[in-house]
């Protein structure tokens, strides 16, 4: 399909029927009738969001109303859903998510250039088929407009408005908008819509597209490219097209004619030949033309060509098989002969120097070009800016000058050597650089006011680069095995990435405005790196160094996994943040840093008592501290915890602690207490959060996957009211969730001797996922929860009843909950949930969300009691819904 271009056409045949439409499938795969182009299926999808969002407008008005008539629009209700994206990667992520009202729209077939007959035509006839398509059955079961009246949602489209709609579609979508009624046949047709005569790789026959040129004979470009006997079609569009501007053709042969009969196109500006045979394969084939700017000759089989245009800038002969070029175009700015193999090598001299003006040269892939040549051309071509040499191995730039030079590509050039550094040297203009997979290639050492970006990428004998450019802003080296040394002085240089190179061992860098240091895999780096970013080194304003996955800067450190890494050593002033993550080794730690306020030490399981005291007399200001699975941590470090007293977070999950006492006795400022997988606290552990009021402050306590029993995560749920957010996930010992009168302790153990107003619970989030043997959750008024916004019961495979009183619940998940049999909500303000893959009975929903007045999404996917003629019902039980998740197609 020809996506490249803005505009495409519809092909077709000489029969006379009309074409049956092909569907498309959401995956983008085959439609019924053959391969649909990824152009047409991502408009197709693209339009049904469309048509959706426009309220699914239907409906024809007369003849006599003809000029303010509503448009009809039919949808295959059969197979519809919804897809809210407009490619065919994207549409099937949004069916996983959860959008389920895509509508399948018909692509044309390869006979729908019928269409386009039809819809210009005057005759009669052809507009009688046009109009019987109004009123046939969509697949022939009967399914027709009039069957449709009860389901039409119409608007007004004016004839402006349908013209500004229309001006975004191809010309294949204005074909198919043709048949949706007299209005849209009309507007569809209009000549601004077909300036551009698209029929790229379409079946389009040479009567077809005469009539196309002679209803349209002011259209300015013309794409054939792929159609057939495109030697016919492009004489025809030359004679019926004076105003042709762009003519686009290929995949088939040029006679000579064509050529002679290019001259005659006075207004032709842009010519592109590509995939084509021109001439009779013998002579030369010749392109004369006053007033042509641009010309493209790709992949052709030519034997010799001559080009003799006044007032060409760009040409284009990559990739054609030409032995020779003779160029008359003293104009020439831009001239692309990439991979031109049978060009000789004075071939290509003798192109390239007989355009003065030229700036670019692309002669990439021309393996016999020499340095003779280059200096020929350097001479030549004074104004030359934009060289690409790539892959030319016989060039080595040996007393080549080019100083006005800006870019230069020696991408895989075998004989770029350090020597050719000091032609290049020369150019002091030189912005971009690319050096890549220069194998013999040793040293690089420039000093180059201009330039901006270098690149030097797997030169296996690369050792030393030397750089120094106030404007030098991009530097990109990589798998360079050898490379020893790097000198770079740069003003504006603010990143540098040298990832795996394993010999660098010195570092030199005065770069002021340098940011960011990547050194992944530099595994030769000694501890001499350390003064490149130091106080007195060149990169005053560094923020973020990279050390084998290690990011470091002056205000934060990320030593992450550094597996050898066993001695420490920190004295940093100004540093705020430390990460040791993954640091298994790490047994000494001396870390000096009055302004930290976070630490994070997981999975350090070698860091002992006596290092987190040191650490935390020295840094007083912390407030945040991640233990997790440190098990040498006891007793006596978290006694030391005393010293930070902004401590607000501490996670000491997956510890083998069983006395949390000096928590709670030292972190009396404590917000975040996370004990996830604490297999050893005992049931006691914490009675004296829920009995004798420790940690006042908390408010958000995680307990997932740990083993304290039911009536100790009872009694904490009751007394601490001032929790906000409580996580129970994965808790085995956890057998009901009731708050209710037939529960028992919770409200007893709710209710205090001295008072009988009791304060509302400040809990807002509760998560109890994957709780294998919770049966019930009951949340009565009386619990006092009002200020619970979320719950997530996900996972709970044994949850069979849930009855919910929360007023400001806003969110409630069920999902996965197998055995879900009961399910009742008092909850006005719920806006979200969740039931995908609970096997609970239709009207149960419809009964509990019969009165959640503000529920707006619901998830039913995958409940196999629950069927598509009942989505009707959920939405008439709970009109505020606006999207239902379902894996149904309805």
């Known amino acids: 399909m020809g996506d490249e271009n803005p505009k495409g056409a519809c092909g077709g045949s000489d029969g006379g029927e009309e074409p049956v439409p092909k569907t498309v499938a959401v995956d983008g795969t085959k439609g019924d009738d053959g391969e649909i182009g990824g152009a047409e299926r991502e408009h197709a999808i693209g339009c049904s969001r469309y048509f959706q969002e426009c309220g699914e407008a239907s409906g024809c008005g007369s003849e006599e109303d003809f000029q303010h008539k509503r448009a009809k629009v039919l949808f295959n209700f059969e197979a519809c859903r919804y897809v809210a994206t407009t490619s065919g990667t994207d549409a099937s992520a949004s069916l996983a998510e959860g959008d389920h009202n895509v509508c399948h729209l018909s692509v044309p077939s390869e006979n729908e250039m019928v269409l386009y007959h039809n819809l210009m035509s005057n005759d009669p006839d052809a507009r009688k088929a046009m109009d019987s398509t109004e009123e046939v059955d969509d697949d022939g079961d009967g399914f027709n407009i009039s069957n449709m009246e009860d389901l039409e949602v119409r608007m007004d489209l004016t004839d402006?408005?349908?013209?500004?709609?229309?001006?975004?579609?191809?010309?294949?979508?204005?074909?198919?908008?043709?048949?949706?009624?007299?209005?849209?046949?009309?507007?569809?047709?209009?000549?601004?819509?077909?300036?551009?005569?698209?029929?790229?790789?379409?079946?389009?026959?040479?009567?077809?597209?005469?009539?196309?040129?002679?209803?349209?004979?002011?259209?300015?470009?013309?794409?054939?490219?792929?159609?057939?006997?495109?030697?016919?079609?492009?004489?025809?569009?030359?004679?019926?097209?004076?105003?042709?501007?762009?003519?686009?053709?290929?995949?088939?042969?040029?006679?000579?004619a064509f050529f002679h009969a290019v001259a005659n196109c006075h207004a032709l500006n842009h010519l592109s030949i590509s995939d084509a045979s021109l001439g009779n394969g013998i002579q030369e084939v010749s392109v004369f033309h006053d007033k042509l700017h641009h010309l493209q000759i790709i992949r052709c089989r030519v034997l010799r060509i001559s080009v003799r245009c006044p007032k060409l800038e760009t040409l284009s002969l990559k990739r054609s098989t030409m032995a020779h070029a003779i160029l008359t175009c003293p104009q020439l700015l831009k001239l692309d002969i990439a991979a031109c193999h049978k060009l000789s090598d004075a071939g290509i001299r003798s192109a390239a120097t007989s355009c003065p003006l030229l700036a670019s040269l692309d002669m990439s892939t021309c393996?016999?070009?020499?340095?003779?040549?280059?200096?020929?051309?350097?001479?030549?071509?004074?104004?030359?800016?934009?060289?690409?040499?790539?892959?030319?191995?016989?060039?080595?730039?040996?007393?080549?000058?080019?100083?006005?030079?800006?870019?230069?590509?020696?991408?895989?050039?075998?004989?770029?050597?350090?020597?050719?550094?000091?032609?290049?040297?020369?150019?002091?203009?030189?912005?971009?650089?690319?050096?890549?997979?220069?194998?013999?290639?040793?040293?690089?050492?420039?000093?180059?006011?201009?330039l901006q970006?270098?690149?030097?990428?797997?030169?296996?004998?690369?050792?030393?680069?030397?750089?120094?450019?106030?404007?030098?802003?991009?530097?990109?080296?990589?798998?360079?095995?050898?490379?020893?040394?790097?000198?770079?002085?740069?003003n504006s240089l603010q990143k540098l990435v040298l990832q795996k190179q394993e010999s660098l061992t010195t570092v030199s860098l005065q770069c002021h405005s340098l940011q960011e240091v990547d050194l992944t895999e530099c595994g030769s780096l000694t501890n001499s790196i350390c003064e490149v970013f130091s106080d007195g080194g060149g990169c005053r304003m560094l923020r973020s160094l990279v050390l084998d996955n290690c990011e470091v800067g002056l205000r934060s450190l990320n030593l992450g996994i550094c597996p050898k890494l066993s001695v420490l050593q920190i004295d940093a002033p100004y540093m705020s943040g430390l990460e040791l993550k993954g640091c298994g080794v790490l047994s000494q730690a001396s870390i000096n840093c009055p302004r930290l306020t976070s630490l994070d030490a997981s999975f350090c399981s070698q860091l002992q008592d006596d290092c987190l005291s040191a650490t935390a007399t020295s840094c007083p200001l912390i407030e945040s501290l991640i233990l997790m699975s440190c098990p040498s941590i006891g007793l006596d470090g978290l006694s030391s915890l005393r010293r930070l007293p902004h401590l607000t977070l501490i996670d000491l999950s997956y510890t083998f602690l069983m006395n949390l006492q000096p928590v709670f006795e030292s972190?009396?400022?404590?917000?975040?207490?996370?004990?996830?997988?604490?297999?050893?606290?005992?049931?006691?552990?914490?009675?004296?959060?829920?009995?004798?009021?420790?940690?006042?402050?908390?408010?958000?306590?995680?307990?997932s996957y740990g083993s304290i029993c039911q009536s100790a995560i009872e009694e904490l749920l009751a007394c601490c009211t001032h929790l906000t957010h409580v996580s129970l996930n994965g808790c085995i010992n956890m057998h009901d969730l009731n708050w209710g009168s037939s529960g028992g302790r919770f409200l007893e153990l709710s209710k205090s001797d001295d008072s009988v107003d009791q304060p509302d619970r400040l809990l807002q989030n509760l998560n109890c996922v994957g709780c294998p043997n919770i049966k019930k959750v009951v949340i009565p008024p009386a619990a006092r929860c009002l200020h619970l916004s979320s719950l997530n019961l996900s996972l709970s495979a044994n949850l069979k009843e849930v009855d919910l009183a929360c007023f400001n619940l806003n969110f409630l998940s069920l999902s996965n909950c197998c055995s879900l049999e009961i399910l009742k909500l008092e909850c006005p303000k719920l806006s979200s949930l969740s039931l995908q893959s609970c096997n609970i009975a239709e009207e149960v929903v419809e009964a509990a969300i019969s009165d959640c007045n503000m529920l707006e999404t619901l998830d039913i996917r995958f409940c196999q009691k629950i069927h598509g003629a009942g989505m009707g019902r959920l939405r008439m039980v709970c009109p505020s819904l606006k999207r239902i998740f379902t894996s149904l197609v309805v």
């Open 453 to 490: 970006n270098i690149s030097l990428v797997h030169c296996r004998k690369f050792v030393d680069l030397n750089l120094r450019s106030p404007v030098l802003s991009s530097i990109t080296v990589s798998n360079c095995p050898a490379l020893h040394r790097i000198n770079i002085t740069s």
């Open 367 to 450: 393996s016999c070009v020499s340095d003779e040549t280059l200096r020929d051309i350097a001479l030549s071509c004074p104004n030359l800016r934009v060289l690409d040499a790539s892959y030319c191995p016989n060039i080595s730039l040996e007393s080549v000058r080019l100083p006005m030079l800006t870019d230069l590509k020696l991408h895989n050039c075998e004989g770029i050597t350090s020597a050719s550094m000091a032609s290049v040297s020369h150019s002091y203009m030189l912005e971009d650089l690319d050096l890549d997979c220069c194998g013999l290639l040793t040293s690089v050492s420039l000093d180059l006011p201009h």
């Open 667 to 703: 972190c009396l400022q404590l917000k975040v207490l996370k004990l996830q997988a604490c297999k050893y606290l005992t049931n006691t552990s914490l009675d004296a959060l829920y009995k004798n009021g420790a940690l006042p402050s908390l408010r958000e306590l995680d307990l």
């Open 160 to 256: 402006d408005l349908l013209h500004m709609v229309f001006s975004f579609l191809k010309h294949i979508d204005l074909c198919r908008a043709a048949r949706v009624c007299r209005q849209w046949r009309s507007a569809s047709s209009h000549e601004d819509f077909w300036r551009c005569l698209n029929f790229e790789n379409r079946n389009i026959s040479s009567l077809q597209f005469a009539d196309m040129c002679h209803r349209y004979p002011n259209a300015t470009e013309v794409n054939i490219l792929g159609a057939p006997a495109i030697d016919v079609l492009v004489m025809e569009a030359m004679v019926s097209l004076r105003n042709i501007e762009v003519l686009i053709l290929g995949k088939g042969q040029l006679s000579d």
